[in-house]
């Protein structure tokens, strides 16, 4: 009896790290089902990008207000989790506060008030995000796609970090032997007399079961990030390193299509001649994207990072001027179809079984990828470089290559350009008849 904590504690902890574990691999599984695309070429511009962007929050604060609560959140999450790791030491080997007996306690005061001042920082500015979110009706957190759970998602979050935060400061004000220590409590102190007139044993009792809710609490949190927005904590770091470094506004072009030009361009060449052993690789099996299985693994980790902040919309000038494109709903209905065949896969024995389901039509309409500008706002505007625009032109070649379904301006002046070499309805002949003119 006297070790059942101590093993109670181990099987939470084995349980709470090993679903996370198959979640992530999962989340692994999904993203690889994008083609490929390499990323590898100038890793100190990728690592640069990682530490400033991902660590260090450089894009948050383009936004002041919002920025400097983001980062007091951010720098607290990382901190206030060092405490973590002596939870787990005394939860595993029956101990109390078992720093204190390697570190100096002067050292160890400072680290605990350094945690206490932070979590009271986070509980005050996680009550302003939710103010901000369900009382200040701001536009971007009003959207159609923000209704059920992405509102929910974003508040169940915020209750959890006042939850654990508040966990922590009851676990410090109700350790008696720390209390009159009187060290590490500049918040908890004041919490203190909330207690007064409870017995030693009530007071003990009570700190225990925060310490146990506060713990299990953190591996609920851990697991719940894989259902939810938030898994932008983790996947930020790799979202931001493998971004694309190109100039905005450079496009790739299709090796397919560029093969086929030169061969038109080529007055040698045999256009019925059968393609050389190996180049039939070049050839997609479709042009442009109407799955997620045709977007690259990139655009797949975009998706997941998403962190539904809103930014890129708020600053879409198509959304701006009423039209129904939102760079965010493009991000989390990619997500939502990448989920829904990672279940088709889980539960097909690993394997995708047709579910005449697409991200096109299903999900985006042509309506949204045709309003787009490709102005790329959305693309500067994310904290984390996600990249809205790679995916909307992607579709928008399958509509064009794969379905002949672009609009009719955009028809006819494809046809100018192949008839008449300009975008314009005007004969090559003609082109300098403006010279004449008096």
Known sequence: MQYLPNIFFALALIIGIGFFVINIRKISRNIKLGKDVDRTDNKSERLKNMMMIALGQSKMVKRPFSGFLHIIVYVGFIIINIEVLEIIIDGL???????????PISVYGFLIATFEILAALVFAVVVVFWLRRNVSNIKRFLSTEMKGWPKNDGNYILYFEMVLMSLFLIMNATDTP?????????????????????????????????WWIHILGILIFLNYLFYSKHLHILLAFPNTYFANLNLKGKFNNLESVTNEVKLMMDPDADPYAMPEEGAEEAVPEKFGASDVTDLNWVQLLNAYTCTECGRCTSSCPANLTGKKLSPRKIMMDTRDRLEQVGRNIDNNKGVFKDDGKQLLYDFITPEELWACTSCNACVEECPVNIDPLSIIMDMRRYLVMEQSAAPQELNMMMTNVENNGAPWPYNQQDRLNWANED
Do not use: C, D, K, M
């Open 93 to 103: 080997f029956g101990t109390h506060r078992i720093f204190l007996n390697f570190i």
């Open 178 to 210: 720390f209390q009159e220590a009187g060290i590490g409590n500049p918040i908890s102190q004041f919490i203190v007399p909330f207690f007064n007139g409870y017995s030693a044993e009530a007071l003990h009792t009570i700190e225990r079961s925060a």
